[in-house]
């Protein structure tokens, strides 16, 4: 209780001779410099509104305006043609008196500068909402630009000079549009004609027509008038009914995972591999929180991404409820949430109104390795209650959890910035069997022992006793490129920012005097007890279930996939598709996920790969056609996925429309059975790539060894696969893949081989095209998205 008496500022003790009151002066200094610290950065965030609220003006720009208007009137003329005299004809009758007559048409005209400047203001904005609703460079060739898209490109131009904060653009992107009921069941019938049989879709059809001619207007009416009132029409709906109402575990289900750099580990020191994460985490909050990042952009273009997810990255938690759960964020948080062989630490980041340096943020964790005290009763595996049943952890956390030092305990993991693991384990590409242990690393980070990760923060970081790292992360709140994008930064920002000395240790000065990380206490009855028995038992059974399988394909990467004048990601999932055939002898309904980060607050849209061409082209090559009639089926897939890609990421997508106009119909009370028939439709191939956003972050060149193996997540279906891919460089591609030992038909492993075997096997058919090796050395390769 040592540091609960520090804390106290004051204390007072009544005695016969009066009052005797004792003051804390350090406790008092720490109070004053954090409400210092707490007053910049409201100053800062008043700033940034102020900035950003003109962007893509700046605020001196009003400067310029009142001194043009000023200087237009020294010259007697009068540029406002008349509305200066009308303003100084309305002033408050008490500056009439006050003011000389020069005064009030001096303040007068600085009121109509500001008028002006902000009517200015407002229609350059409106100018940059036009520019970046266009999206129809997007679907035009390489090198046959028409003139409107030159002419775009020269104002976007223009209107990106001025650097942006992180937040600037967001009030100038565009709503998410609602298509256009038609298409989307038009679109929908095409993507689903590969997967039935001709009576069965005629019957798909049939109910497509049916629902279109009758209840389908209907709820089509309603979204509109959603999506006129809302932000994103979609957003709200799909993190409140795909994420929060899911009753079963998260863990595997929704969550998803993160790994370190695959050669090498920067430091085998624990405790110091933790202190550089900590603080790269917390650098990249500050920037966060003063807007300092750049936005994300469309890869080799400056137009902006939606930055909305970047919000509630820290200091978020998803608190369970009893029908749904509910996402809670707090503004700031000076502390992290640290377990360590079952036990919980509060551990405070700052002192003295500054952040512990890297150097101190080791010690204070070697402090809590070195601890030797023993869990408190029911404390080791309570973290269990995250990885069940969402409906036993409400009810446990109300009724025991509300009051108290659990209260505390609970706040102090909720509140925190985020929640740290020191895991006793080592893992990593390593020892005689290093693709099993690559498996066993994503399977640790996926759920661990399903009691030493808190599933519930918004992520959680693992760092294991080798000195290797990953991080674990709740996907309500955001969409893995978000999650991705702080990794990056984080891994970099070790690596080559902070660095280590010599002998493995963190950089920076050491103050000894800090307060030791606070233990939390828990008061755990066997009711609670038993629920986390019960919890684990559901969390353990999903675990052992998973079969995950990480590998890096060395053969050829994107630079070799150019060349051939082919997208990578069409390249890579149409290789799937014909992967998946070979496995499973047949073609199966494919989820790839795609952003729609082009408009507000908007998140992802299902991309469906395997397509009528797709299809068409894997059984001309299964069916031992020509290869020049092959390499024609495949180009005409390449350019159907791209298509389709391009559509998702414009708003024009089937799956996020139809999920909404069903959300609709159970408000409405009523029933739709195409509706239905289409949302229960399993995704038996669900795929993403994670995108490399800050390779300049990473030389590769002199640091070729320092590559991440990206990240990945459970399978979506119960006889399905889960593939996350990563395009590292030109010449690495990184492979997970998932499913469950329950399921006969799947195997990881099996399936990773026909990946490998598909992308060779395709490379082989367009390396023989003799058109794509004549041109391959003398063209350049063609940019696509």
């Known amino acids: 209780m040592a540091e609960a008496h520090q804390a106290v500022a004051f204390q007072f003790t009544i005695t016969p001779e009066g009052i005797d009151l004792q003051l804390s002066f350090q406790a008092l200094n720490q109070i004053y410099l954090s409400g210092v610290r707490s007053w910049k950065k409201r100053v800062s965030r008043m700033r940034n509104r102020v900035i950003k ?14 001194i043009g208007i000023l ?13 200066i005299a009308k303003i100084q004809q309305h002033l408050p009758l008490s500056l009439h008196v006050s003011l000389s007559a020069q005064g009030q048409t001096m303040l007068s005209a600085l009121v109509f500068s500001t008028l002006l400047w902000l009517s200015l203001i407002l229609a350059l904005r409106f100018c940059l909402k036009l520019l970046l609703s266009y999206h129809q460079w997007m679907f035009e060739q390489h090198g046959r630009i028409s003139n409107t898209t030159k002419v775009w490109v020269s104002l976007m131009s223009l209107f990106s000079r001025r650097k942006p904060l992180l937040y600037s653009y967001q009030t100038s992107l565009p709503h998410l549009p609602v298509p256009a009921i038609k298409d989307t069941l038009s679109r929908y019938l095409e993507s689903v004609r590969p997967l039935l049989t ?20 209907r709820l089509q009416r309603y979204l509109k008038l959603k999506a006129l009132w809302a932000t994103n029409y979609v957003s709200d709906w799909w993190e409140e009914y795909i994420y929060l109402r899911s009753r079963g575990p998260i863990m595997v289900n929704s969550n998803y995972y993160g790994m370190d750099f695959l050669y090498v580990t920067p430091t085998s020191v624990q405790a110091a591999r933790a202190g550089n994460t900590i603080t790269a985490l917390l650098l990249y909050r500050r920037k966060v929180n003063r807007e300092e990042l750049t936005p994300s952009r469309v890869p080799g273009t400056n137009i902006p991404l939606c930055a909305a997810q970047c919000e509630r990255m820290f200091n978020t938690t998803r608190t369970p409820g009893a029908e749904t759960d509910v996402l809670q964020h707090w503004q700031d948080s000076e502390f992290v949430a640290v377990y360590n062989r079952g036990r919980f630490f509060r551990l405070w980041v700052y002192h003295a109104g500054r952040l512990l340096s890297p150097r101190e943020m080791e010690y204070q964790i070697q402090r809590i390795l070195d601890d030797p005290s ?11 209650l995250t990885a069940g049943d969402r409906i036993p952890w409400s009810q446990t956390r109300k009724q025991h959890f509300s009051s ?37 690393y994503a399977k640790s980070l996926l759920h ?156 992802t849209e299902t ?38 890609y391009r559509m998702a990421m414009t708003g024009a997508g089937i799956d996020r429309h139809l999920f909404c106009l069903y959300v609709v119909s159970k408000y409405l009370g009523v029933e739709s059975p195409f ?79 026909q990946i490998k075997k598909a992308l060779q096997d395709v490379m082989s058919l367009l390396s023989a095209d003799p058109k794509t090796s004549s041109s391959s050395s003398s063209s350049k390769s063609k940019k696509v998205l």
């Not at 609220?53 to 009142?66: M, Q, R």
């Not at 740290?420 to 693709?435: F, K, S």
């Not at 051939?564 to 055939?581: K, N, V």
């Not at 972050?697 to 006889?719: E, M, Q, R, T, W």
Request: proline share 5%; aromatic share 10%; charged share 25%.
């Open 198 to 217: 001709d009576a069965e879709f005629k019957r798909m059809t049939a109910l497509a027509n049916s629902f279109e001619s009758s209840l389908g207007n």
């Open 607 to 644: 991309v469906r790969s395997c397509s009528n061409e797709s299809c068409a082209f894997i059984k001309a090559l299964i069916g031992g056609e020509s290869e020049d009639e092959c390499r024609r089926l495949f180009r005409l897939a390449s350019e159907k996925h791209q298509n389709l």
């Open 374 to 384: 023993p869990p408190l009763p029911g404390e080791e595996k309570l973290a269990a």
């Open 448 to 603: 661990g022992k399903c009691y030493d990760r808190w599933f519930d923060k918004s992520f959680s970081i693992v760092i294991y006793k080798n000195g290797k790292s990953g991080l674990n992360a709740e996907h309500s709140w955001a969409d893995a490129p978000t999650v991705a994008h702080l990794w990056e930064y984080t891994l970099a920002t070790d690596a080559f920012q902070l660095g280590y000395t010599e002998d493995g240790h963190c950089k920076g000065q050491l103050e000894r005097s800090l307060p030791p990380p606070q233990r939390l206490t828990w008061e755990i009855p066997s009711e609670v007890q038993a629920q986390v028995s019960r919890s684990l038992a559901v969390a353990q059974a999903l675990a052992d279930d998973v079969d995950c399988h990480i590998f890096p394909f060395r053969d050829f990467g994107k630079g070799r996939i150019k060349k051939c004048r082919i997208s990578p990601d069409a390249f890579i999932q149409i290789s799937l598709q014909l992967a998946y055939f070979r496995d499973r002898s047949s073609f199966c309904l494919t989820y790839e996920a795609s952003m729609t980060r082009l408009f507000r607050e908007g998140r």
């Open 53 to 66: 609220g003109v962007y893509p003006a700046s605020p001196s720009s009003w400067l310029f305006v009142a």
């Open 71 to 83: 200087a237009t009137m020294y010259m007697q003329s009068d540029p406002s043609m008349g509305l």
């Open 675 to 753: 509706l239905k028939e289409v949302l229960s439709e399993p995704w038996r191939l669900s795929t993403s790539q994670t995108p490399v956003q800050q390779m300049e972050l990473f030389d590769l060149k002199n640091h070729p060894d320092f590559i991440s193996l990206g990240g990945g997540f459970g399978p979506v279906a119960d006889d399905g696969y889960g593939v996350s891919y990563i395009i590292v460089g030109e010449d690495m591609i990184n492979f997970h893949v998932s499913s469950k030992y329950s399921c006969g038909e799947t195997d990881s492993h099996r399936f990773g081989a």
């Open 404 to 440: 108290g030092p659990n209260k505390r305990s609970l706040d102090a993991i909720e509140r925190a910035a985020f929640f740290i693991t020191l895991d006793d384990e080592e893992q990593g590409m390593r020892g005689e069997d290093p693709a099993g242990n690559l498996d066993r």
